[in-house]
């Protein structure tokens, strides 16, 4: 291990003992459509080899990250870029993914429609047995597709979110082709932050390679 390499381990160490950078140690995600190597903290990948789905609406991982403000979700597929037509059998001419975090039980679900340029997105809460529209100005949220779904949403506006917590995804290609689902369980903060050092490590020394 080089000098280099030792001091900015122990920088990071330090940074996670004492709570800075709040939910991670590396760079918050940049929301451009694409995602690179060891750009998200915590990542889920979908079965390889599936045979039901376009590539372009083929989900191959979501990822997770988070800073002191804000939540950051992205889903790669397959081969990018990512339809917003929906598929070759679509009746709607558009795509559709929906995302639901829950704890023991639901808490809130996004519902994500893709129609051409147009990204539109809508938060919900679980509340007493029925889902509601939880509060989600302009704001709070943004949303890039490219190659990737990139998605960042305040954290404030996910409050009641525990952690760890249960993450199920669905690409819907709007037609009759099955809708590609994964799910998976989301570590918390202090955990992502661990995660996201090992990955720096990992990709570090594969660029040393
Ligand atoms: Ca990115
Ligand atoms: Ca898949
Ligand atoms: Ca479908």
């Given amino acids: ?9 122990l920088t990071l160490a330090v940074m996670v003992a004492f709570g ?20 998200y903290a915590f990542t889920i990948v979908d079965t390889p080899g599936e045979t039901d789905y376009q590539g372009d609406l083929d989900i191959e991982a979501v990822h997770f990250d988070s800073d ?3 939540d950051y979700l992205a889903v790669t597929v397959v081969s990018g870029p990512i339809s917003t037509a929906g598929s070759a059998n ?42 509601v529209d939880a509060p989600l100005s302009p704001s709070d949220y943004t949303v890039v597709v490219g190659d990737a779904i990139e998605l960042v949403i305040s954290s404030s ?6 952690h760890p917590f ?21 570590p918390e903060p202090a955990t992502l932050a661990l995660l996201a050092m090992g990955t720096m490590l990992v990709v570090g020394r594969r660029r040393a390679a």
Wanted: aromatic share 8%; no cysteine.
């Fill in 1 to 9: 291990m080089t000098l280099n390499r030792s001091t900015r381990l």
């Fill in 20 to 39: 800075l950078g709040s939910a991670k140690a590396g760079a918050s995600p940049i929301l451009d459509g694409g995602v690179t190597a060891g750009e």
């Fill in 68 to 70: 002191a403000l804000w």
């Fill in 90 to 131: 679509t009746i709607l001419y558009r795509t559709l993914f929906y995302a639901q975090f829950a704890g023991p039980t639901p808490i809130y679900r996004l519902l994500l429609e893709l129609d051409g340029a147009a990204a539109d997105l809508a938060l919900e809460q679980y509340v007493a047995g029925h889902w």
């Fill in 157 to 162: 506006a996910l409050s009641a979110l525990p």
């Fill in 166 to 186: 249960q993450f199920a995804g669905q690409l819907d290609d709007t037609g009759m082709d099955h809708d590609d689902q994964i799910t998976g369980t989301v």
